[in-house]
């Protein structure tokens, strides 16, 4: 299966979401770089509101992330609970 | 007694729906094709416009909400950078050539992104792709605007950034990335989207700005790093719909399909060459490296696009062609290209200069194959003429590429020491070409090509001097004559980094930033 990535800058209100998706994808390699994180993962990768509700202790909209994101890479599907990642072969 | 309920809200889903399909209509006293006139001249068949949707499913409200927080974000930051002489905290003033290069090459091509995305939206019958389209064009005019403002703290201290939409229109080796983006809008809607919104944004993005924005953070660039990542946060959404694009156009038609593959072709391979500035940016130009422009071809293409063309298989999408070609090009690439500049810096907005022995020994650890045996030589042997007083300029001009407009410098794939050439004889004329794919290009659609503005033929034909100068008097300087068409001052803005009044103004302002004089 081909790697799907997804990057992030660092700072404060990515720290718990990142804790989240390393949580909900226990294959997925974190890379840190100057001033951003690349998780990488083996055809697939969730990131799911339930489990940075429940770090961050308050509600959250997934579409938040718009604000932090750098870059991915694989199909992408979002919804109100999770925004998924994947490639198909 | 009232009971106060929350309001149900709508779901993700049928809010998209609702702010995107809900919003549309169909024409009655029209018909669809005066409506939307370039639908069907490039041979592509769509069925069904209801299957596009965005996967992130933004809407236009949720979409200004995001959109302002950004900008916040940023503004405070660039204001804090200027309140705090930030760019003084740069490695050293080499680095702020890499920001005239990026003001005055990929600027101004954001807002003929912004343009472009504008005119695809709109020639669209789908609502879906529109509302996508808007929200790229408006996120193109974002990055120019706040490109030109972070910059603008630079252009208060150092040279070259000036005029740079001027320059931008007229210096000769930015034909090159305006050429690039001149041909995308000027094809059809469906072209401009696999060739930007798909080639570019999705294939090639992350070559320029990761390598720009981390190159920023690593080199102490606080205002660029931010608006970088702003830019970037964008990006992510951009991409999304690049790809898509392409899933819907294949899906829709099994005709599309040759079609989108010759577009994936000859994008890939435009959107590469342009590149090349990228490439000498990030193993010359960065006084702290982030990584090589092999490393990152390595990984951004080769390995992220790989999996890409991967999936794509399903639809009968292969790899580029080219993809084999650039892979023998890797470890010339950027090296060809500075050592080109390093020739023609009394023509350019920038300054150069011969890198130092750590940097040399950088260059032999990146570039195993090539460095020591080919440029090693060369660029010991520029330093030590510059150590003489003999610093060369060339003041002869190159013969260019039609298609992509770079000189022809690039060698021979797989034969480093012979420079490649290429040419067609079209209605009359003699074409010349850097590349088998650049030739390919032309060759499919020679009547485009032939119109290109290329700068080296325009300065012979007269047509960039400042208005009144007489070429035929005695004693003529034409690089004079055309450096004040470009607007540069000669002996300010370019020729070596060790003579420039960068460098002495840095090294004299950093010196009061750190003593008590």
Same mark, same amino acid.
């Given at each position: 299966?081909?790697?799907?990535?997804?990057?992030?800058?660092?700072?404060?209100?990515?720290?718990?979401?990142?804790?989240?998706?390393?949580?909900?994808?226990?294959?997925?390699?974190?890379?840190?770089?100057?001033?951003?994180?690349?998780?990488?993962?083996?055809?697939?990768?969730?990131?799911?509101?339930?489990?940075?509700?429940?770090?961050?202790?308050?509600?959250?909209?997934?579409?938040?992330?718009?604000?932090?994101?750098?870059?991915?890479?694989?199909?992408?599907?979002?919804?109100?609970?999770?925004?998924?990642?994947?490639?198909?072969? | 007694?009232?009971?106060?309920?929350?309001?149900?809200?709508?779901?993700?889903?049928?809010?998209?729906?609702?702010?995107?399909?809900?919003?549309?209509?169909?024409?009655?006293?029209?018909?669809?094709?005066?409506?939307?006139?370039?639908?069907?001249?490039?041979?592509?068949?769509?069925?069904?416009?209801?299957?596009?949707?965005?996967?992130?499913?933004?809407?236009?409200?949720?979409?200004?909400?995001?959109?302002?927080?950004?900008?916040?974000?940023?503004?405070?930051?660039? &204001?804090?950078?200027?309140?705090?002489? *930030?760019?003084?905290?740069?490695? =050293?003033?080499?680095?702020?050539? /890499? #920001?005239? !290069?990026?003001?005055?090459?990929?600027?101004?091509?954001?807002?003929?992104?912004?343009?472009?995305?504008?005119?695809?939206?709109?020639?669209?019958?789908?609502?879906?792709?529109?509302?996508?389209?808007?929200?790229?064009?408006?996120?193109?005019?974002?990055?120019?605007?706040?490109?030109?403002?972070?910059?603008?703290?630079?252009?208060?201290?150092?040279?070259?950034?000036?005029?740079?939409?001027?320059?931008?229109?007229?210096?000769?080796?930015?034909?090159?990335?305006?050429?690039?983006?001149?041909?995308?809008?000027?094809?059809?809607?469906?072209?401009?989207?696999?060739?930007?919104?798909?080639?570019?944004?999705?294939?090639?993005?992350?070559?320029?700005?990761?390598?720009?924005?981390?190159?920023?953070?690593?080199?102490? &660039?606080?205002?660029?790093?931010?608006? *970088?990542?702003?830019?970037?946060? =964008?990006?992510?959404?951009?991409? /999304? #719909?690049? !790809?898509?694009?392409?899933?819907?156009?294949?899906?829709?038609?099994?005709?599309?399909?040759?079609?989108?593959?010759?577009?994936?072709?000859?994008?890939?391979?435009?959107?590469?060459?342009?590149?090349?500035?990228?490439?000498?940016?990030?193993?010359?130009?960065?006084?702290?490296?982030?990584?090589?422009?092999?490393?990152?071809?390595?990984?951004?293409?080769?390995?992220?696009?790989?999996?890409?063309?991967?999936?794509?298989?399903?639809?009968?999408?292969?790899?580029?062609?080219?993809?084999?070609?650039?892979?023998?090009?890797?470890?010339?690439?950027?090296?060809?290209?500075?050592?080109?500049?390093?020739?023609?810096?009394?023509?350019?907005?920038?300054?150069?200069?011969?890198?130092?022995?750590?940097?040399?020994?950088?260059?032999?650890?990146?570039?195993?194959?090539?460095?020591?045996?080919?440029?090693?030589?060369?660029?010991?042997?520029?330093?030590?003429?510059?150590?003489?007083?003999?610093?060369?300029?060339?003041?002869?001009?190159?013969?260019?590429?039609?298609?992509?407009?770079?000189?022809?410098?690039?060698?021979?794939?797989?034969?480093?020491?012979?420079?490649?050439?290429?040419?067609?004889?079209?209605?009359?004329?003699?074409?010349?070409?850097?590349?088998?794919?650049?030739?390919?290009?032309?060759?499919?659609?020679?009547?485009?090509?032939?119109?290109?503005?290329?700068?080296?033929?325009?300065?012979?034909?007269?047509?960039?001097?400042?208005?009144?100068?007489?070429?035929?008097?005695?004693?003529?300087?034409?690089?004079?004559?055309?450096?004040?068409?470009?607007?540069?001052?000669?002996?300010?803005?370019?020729?070596?980094?060790?003579?420039?009044?960068?460098?002495?103004?840095?090294?004299?302002?950093?010196?009061?930033?750190?003593?008590?004089?």
């Amino acid at each position: 299966m081909s790697t799907v990535f997804l990057a992030l800058q660092t700072n404060e209100e990515t720290r718990p979401i990142i804790e989240a998706i390393l949580q909900d994808n226990p294959g997925a390699v974190c890379d840190e770089q100057p001033a951003m994180v690349k998780i990488n993962a083996d055809g697939r990768l969730v990131v799911r509101r339930e489990t940075i509700e429940e770090i961050i202790g308050r509600a959250y909209d997934l579409q938040e992330l718009q604000v932090n994101m750098i870059t991915m890479s694989g199909n992408l599907d979002q919804t109100d609970d999770e925004i998924t990642l994947f490639w198909k072969s | 007694m009232d009971m106060q309920v929350a309001k149900k809200k709508l779901g993700l889903k049928e809010r998209y729906a609702v702010m995107t399909r809900g919003l549309d209509w169909t024409p009655s006293y029209q018909k669809m094709e005066d409506i939307y006139p370039y639908m069907a001249y490039e041979g592509i068949k769509i069925h069904d416009w209801d299957k596009w949707e965005d996967p992130f499913r933004l809407t236009m409200d949720s979409y200004w909400k995001y959109q302002a927080e950004k900008e916040r974000k940023l503004y405070a930051i660039i &204001d804090a950078f200027a309140q705090n002489n *930030g760019h003084l905290n740069v490695t =050293d003033a080499r680095y702020i050539n /890499t #920001l005239k !290069l990026f003001i005055s090459g990929i600027s101004p091509l954001e807002y003929v992104a912004h343009r472009g995305f504008a005119h695809a939206g709109r020639a669209f019958p789908g609502a879906g792709p529109r509302v996508a389209c808007l929200m790229q064009s408006l996120d193109e005019i974002r990055h120019a605007q706040t490109q030109v403002h972070a910059i603008s703290n630079y252009n208060k201290y150092y040279n070259g950034m000036h005029d740079f939409h001027h320059m931008h229109d007229r210096v000769w080796f930015l034909s090159v990335p305006k050429s690039f983006f001149d041909d995308a809008i000027t094809a059809g809607p469906f072209e401009f989207m696999v060739s930007i919104g798909f080639s570019f944004e999705y294939v090639l993005t992350n070559l320029l700005f990761v390598p720009f924005v981390s190159g920023a953070a690593y080199n102490g &660039d606080m205002g660029t790093m931010t608006f *970088g990542f702003s830019a970037q946060s =964008d990006e992510a959404r951009h991409m /999304t #719909l690049g !790809l898509e694009v392409i899933k819907f156009i294949l899906e829709q038609d099994p005709a599309n399909v040759p079609i989108v593959q010759r577009w994936i072709d000859k994008w890939t391979w435009r959107g590469y060459r342009v590149l090349t500035l990228v490439a000498m940016m990030m193993d010359y130009m960065l006084p702290k490296r982030t990584m090589s422009w092999k490393e990152a071809w390595e990984v951004y293409f080769e390995e992220n696009g790989g999996a890409l063309f991967k999936d794509l298989a399903r639809y009968g999408i292969t790899m580029p062609k080219c993809a084999e070609q650039i892979a023998l090009e890797k470890d010339h690439l950027s090296h060809q290209a500075w050592s080109t500049f390093y020739n023609y810096a009394a023509a350019a907005n920038f300054h150069t200069w011969m890198p130092d022995e750590d940097e040399m020994t950088w260059l032999s650890s990146k570039y195993p194959e090539s460095f020591d045996k080919l440029y090693r030589p060369r660029y010991e042997f520029w330093r030590e003429q510059a150590a003489k007083g003999n610093r060369f300029y060339s003041k002869t001009l190159p013969m260019l590429c039609q298609t992509c407009q770079i000189p022809m410098v690039f060698t021979e794939p797989g034969e480093p020491t012979k420079i490649c050439y290429r040419e067609v004889d079209y209605k009359g004329d003699k074409y010349h070409f850097c590349s088998d794919p650049c030739k390919q290009i032309f060759e499919h659609e020679p009547e485009k090509y032939i119109q290109a503005w290329l700068p080296v033929q325009q300065i012979y034909q007269g047509n960039c001097f400042p208005e009144g100068t007489d070429p035929t008097v005695e004693g003529f300087d034409a690089l004079a004559a055309v450096l004040k068409y470009y607007n540069l001052e000669n002996g300010r803005d370019n020729l070596d980094f060790d003579i420039s009044e960068d460098k002495k103004n840095f090294a004299e302002w950093r010196g009061q930033a750190t003593k008590n004089i």
